[in-house]
Nanobody, 124 residues
Framework: VQLQASGGGLVQPGGSLRLSCAASGFTVDYYAIGWFRQAPGKEREGVSCVSAGDGETYYADSVKGRFTTSRDGAMNTVYLQMNSLKPEDTAVYYC??????????????????WGKGTQVTVSS
């Protein structure tokens, strides 16, 4: 099982980025996949989650209305579209797979596999 996150970079406030999480060794449709982030000096926190099966999505309050997560089963990839970025969104972003087949939530304690992080920096 592998998760490969990409798409990070430096962007000005108000800008957009799209992160990708390419999965191998399992099918993304069957597991909840989450995006998490960790800023310097802070704990890792959940950003978004797409449930197994019907693909229902959930977001942290801090990103609701700005971030959108989606899943492409044909590409076996999960995305995080980030719009209206703010300096406080600066962090290393990680995608992660839940341990339960058919899971509907994403939690730090429930992660079975982490991808390597991708740095997102929002600065003028």
């Amino acid at each position: 099982v592998q998760l490969q996150a990409s798409g990070g970079g430096l962007v000005q406030p108000g800008g957009s980025l799209r992160l990708s999480c390419a999965a191998s060794g399992f099918t993304v449709d069957y597991y909840a996949i989450g995006w998490f982030r960790q800023a310097p000096g802070k704990e890792r926190e959940g950003v978004s989650c797409v449930s197994a099966g019907d693909g229902e999505t959930y977001y942290a309050d801090s990103v609701k209305g700005r971030f959108t997560t989606s899943r492409d089963g044909a590409m076996n990839t999960v995305y995080l579209q980030m719009n209206s970025l703010k300096p406080e969104d600066t962090a290393v972003y990680y995608c992660a797979r839940d341990r339960v087949v058919g899971g509907t939530i994403c939690s730090l304690n429930g992660v079975a596999y982490w991808g390597k992080g991708t740095q997102v920096t929002v600065s003028s």
